[in-house]
């Protein structure tokens, strides 16, 4: 099992431009979410999906949107990308509600200037 | 005030030191859940408790719901243990975990 998947790694953008952060799990996980770290806060939910269909937003979901087509992937767009969106990119995936592990992806690490 | 609170933010020790990291929450809970993240940014669970105490290796997590407090206890510290550890809950009804800021843990040799 290659677990939770992200790519890129590492972007840099500029702003006004869009680009898909790509996140897939092969675990058979119907939660899927994605998160974002910026210095001295805790992790941020963006969005997040119950199942394939099914996307809901999270604290901070202005400037992102997500989509879920099959359980594997759950893609995050950003439409516009302002430096306010610089930070660190977690995609995380469970079995089930806050009370089942989680398990996280590598992380992308984005740069808008 | 954030409704998740580590302590302390920074911490320091010396190999084989005994180790407490502490959480706590402002909210009622379903499950608290203690996390790892390495230097190369990698997350990793390392528990997910409702009550009690839980054990794996050189880790102890515990709970106090009434007090709404948790404990992580790492024995025998090891430079390898140097990590940032991230208390977070889940709360009730809803599928959502709220994070706190993380406690940063170097162990030297």
């Known amino acids: 099992n290659a677990g939770v998947t992200q790519t890129p790694k590492f972007q840099v953008l500029k702003t006004g431009q869009s680009m898909t952060l790509q996140c897939a799990q092969d675990?058979?996980?119907?939660?899927m979410s994605w998160y974002r770290q910026d210095p001295g806060m805790g992790l941020r939910l963006i969005h997040y999906?119950?199942?394939?269909?099914?996307?809901d937003q999270g604290e901070v979901p202005n400037g992102y949107n997500v989509s879920r087509s099959t359980t594997e992937d759950f893609p995050l767009r950003l439409l516009s990308a302002a430096p306010s969106q610089t930070s660190v990119y977690f995609c995380?995936?469970?079995?089930?509600?806050?009370?089942?592990?989680?398990?996280f992806g590598p992380g992308t690490r984005l740069l808008v200037l | 005030k954030n409704e998740v609170e580590q302590s302390p933010q920074n911490l320091t020790a010396q190999e084989g030191e005994f180790i407490t990291i502490n959480c706590s929450y402002s909210?009622?809970?379903?499950?608290l859940h203690w996390l790892q993240q390495h230097p190369g940014g990698g997350i990793v669970s390392l528990f997910m408790?409702?009550?009690g105490k839980k054990k794996h290796g050189r880790l102890i997590a515990t709970i106090n719901i009434q007090e709404k407090h948790s404990s992580l206890h790492i024995t025998a510290s090891h430079p390898r243990d140097s990590a940032v550890y991230i208390c977070?809950?889940?709360?009730?009804?809803?599928?959502?975990?709220?994070f706190g800021t993380g406690t940063r843990l170097q162990v030297f040799p």
């Open positions: 408790l409702s009550s």
């Open positions: 909210v009622g809970i379903s499950a």
């Open positions: 675990m058979n996980h119907e939660y």
């Open positions: 995380a995936s469970s079995t089930g509600t806050s009370r089942r592990t989680q398990y």
């Open positions: 977070a809950v889940g709360a009730p009804n809803t599928d959502k975990l709220i």
């Open positions: 999906s119950v199942g394939a269909g099914i996307t």
